[in-house]
T-cell receptor, first 116, second 114 residues
Framework: NAGVMQNPRHLVRRRGQEARLRCSPM?????VYWYRQLPEEGLKFMVY????????ESGMPKERFSAEFPKEGPSILRIQQVVRGDSAAYFC??????????????FGPGTRLTVT | AQKITQTQPGMFVQEKEAVTLDCTYD???????LFWYKQPSSGEMIFLIY??????QNATEGRYSLNFQKARKSANLVISASQLGDSAMYFC???????????FGRGTSLIVHP
């Protein structure tokens, strides 16, 4: 039973380019959460999605960032016109249903984005 | 709002000894959960242990135990019989009861010496 998959594991982008991060939840999971970890910081919640719905995007920066979780395929976190401050590790977690508590989320290995 | 403080940026321990990683939290919620995660150098986040605010017993999971002192608002992680594979970053986190949005501390780097 494969865990949460994220790809790519490492992504290098130049300032102004777009970054697309993918997350495939665990089999049978229909809820996805995205987090960002800045250097030497803990994870910070960005967005919570169900299939075809954004449930909570309270942690998402207002500009340049968007997320989707289509009916088919992985969840995508998209960052347009990246800046150096976007360099971070981006983690995806999934849960089978609404996660009543954080420990019910299973984390992927993360994507490390470096903006040069 | 929740706040997590991990005051130890780095800790060293001899293999087979026990080590305590400190965590204090600040919350006005009556119901909340406390968590510890391990992040090895490979980067993934591994859930270790959970303590609910109403749990009277300290949580234990194998070699991990959570020393929960509610009045002091502390939730220290105790790792017994340290192993070389325990070398990693350790994050304390909390969330309001029933919330899916955790607040993480900055982490403590643990190095286990042979």
């Amino acid at each position: 039973n494969a865990g949460v998959m994220q790809n790519p594991r490492h992504l290098v982008r130049r300032r102004g380019q777009e970054a697309r991060l993918r997350c495939s939840p665990m089999k049978g999971h229909s809820h996805v959460y995205w987090y960002r970890q800045l250097p030497e910081e803990g994870l910070k919640f960005m967005v919570y999605l169900q299939k075809e719905n954004i449930i909570d995007e309270s942690g998402m920066p207002k500009e340049r960032f968007s997320a989707e979780f289509p009916k088919e395929g992985p969840s995508i976190l998209r960052i347009q016109q990246v800046v150096r401050g976007d360099s971070a590790a981006y983690f995806c977690a999934s849960s089978p249903t609404f996660a009543r508590d954080t420990y019910e989320q299973y984390f992927g290995p993360g994507t490390r984005l470096t903006v040069t | 709002a929740q706040k997590i403080t991990q005051t130890q940026p780095g800790m060293f321990v001899q293999e087979k000894e026990a080590v305590t990683l400190d965590c204090t939290y600040d919350t006005s919620d009556q119901s909340y959960g406390l968590f510890w995660y391990k992040q090895p150098s490979s980067g993934e986040m591994i859930f270790l242990i959970y303590q609910g605010s109403y749990d009277e017993q300290n949580a234990t999971e194998g070699r991990y135990s959570l020393n929960f002192q509610k009045a002091r608002k502390s939730a220290n992680l105790v790792i017994s019989a340290s192993q070389l594979g325990d070398s990693a970053m350790y994050f304390c986190a909390s969330s309001s009861g029933g919330s899916y949005i955790p607040t993480f501390g900055r982490g403590t780097s643990l190095i286990v010496h042979p």
